[in-house]
């Protein structure tokens, strides 16, 4: 988000469910794009089950097969009427394949666009621990920040959880936290929210790998404030277990959303199920912007 130009728009990919009645992901684009002033890409995946099924493999649809895109693409406009009334610029994008994910983060990349919005719903222990689901892999293999919304229509408070690993004295996890806090900052401004900033330690915040002066001096929520340019009231720091942590802060103050970083995209890290993000989506009610 933080990387767009100003010459142009922000763009919104928006993935369209076409087996939901009511789609949360455009309507949460719809909210920022009108406070915003953004371009909504809207994107469909349909594979009607269908045992003759000829597709996009065999280079030739059937006229079944021609009917059915042509009516996932009218009901794709009629869906996108919301945007039309309200002056916001739009695309589409219907596409027929088995493997949406695949196709989704195809058209991501090839579509430049700076924010990917999705809808999530609450899985078990078993679904996140034994599959990949399409979150995490949207999540590992995006070309983009991904905002994951849950089944509401509006967002419930005015408060928007930038969450840095204020203990890791890694060099990515530094330069995460700056992306994690400038896209925060950037939301908080296109939505009207009051940012505040969490960190889940599990031993102690060195200064170290901090700009602050002078050394040696407690990592506080006033020395914090003072960096971050932020009201230390609005700086919660929290030695414990993470996501069980970050979960308890959300209970207390009621954010609306959580920016958080995924750095872990390849590799062993990459691939272990487990990813906080991932976890706190059926943990917490807010929802979840994760930026790389």
Not at 88 to 101: A, F, G, H, K, Q
Not at 201 to 214: G, K, N, W
């Amino acid at each position: 988000m933080g990387t767009t130009h100003q010459s142009r728009r922000t763009r919104l990919f928006v993935i369209v469910d076409p087996t939901a009645e009511i789609q949360i992901a455009l309507v949460k684009a719809l909210l920022i794009a009108k406070l915003g002033d953004c371009h909504i890409h809207a994107f469909m995946c349909i594979y009607p089950k269908n045992e003759t099924s000829t597709g996009p493999d065999s280079g030739r649809y059937s006229e079944d097969e021609l009917e059915l895109l042509e009516e996932a693409r009218l009901r794709l406009e009629t869906l996108l009427d919301p945007c039309r009334i309200s002056g916001v610029p739009y695309t589409t994008e219907v596409v027929w394949n088995s493997r949406w994910v695949d196709m989704a983060l195809h058209s991501v990349a090839k579509s430049g666009c700076d924010l990917l919005i999705k809808s999530s719903f609450k899985h078990s222990k078993a679904q996140r621990l034994f599959s990949q689901t399409s979150d995490y892999t949207l999540m590992r293999y995006s070309a983009c920040p991904i905002l994951f919304t849950h089944q509401e229509q509006s967002w419930k408070s005015d408060k928007i959880v930038a969450c840095l690993d204020l203990e890791s004295t890694d060099p990515q996890h530094t330069r995460l936290n700056n992306v994690v806090l400038r896209d925060a900052r950037a939301f908080a401004d296109i939505v009207g929210m009051d940012l505040f900033i969490a960190s889940v330690y599990f031993e102690r915040i060195s200064d170290e790998h901090l700009p602050l002066e002078p050394r040696g001096k407690p990592v506080d929520a006033e020395a914090l404030g003072e960096l971050y340019a932020i009201d230390p009231e609005r700086i919660i720091l929290r030695q414990g277990e993470m996501p069980e942590t970050l979960q308890f802060i959300c209970e207390e103050i009621n954010p609306s959303i959580l920016v958080m970083g995924t750095l872990a995209r390849t590799g062993v890290g990459g691939k272990l199920i487990g990813n906080t993000a991932e976890i706190l989506l059926d943990l917490v009610d807010a929802d979840i912007l994760t930026v790389i």
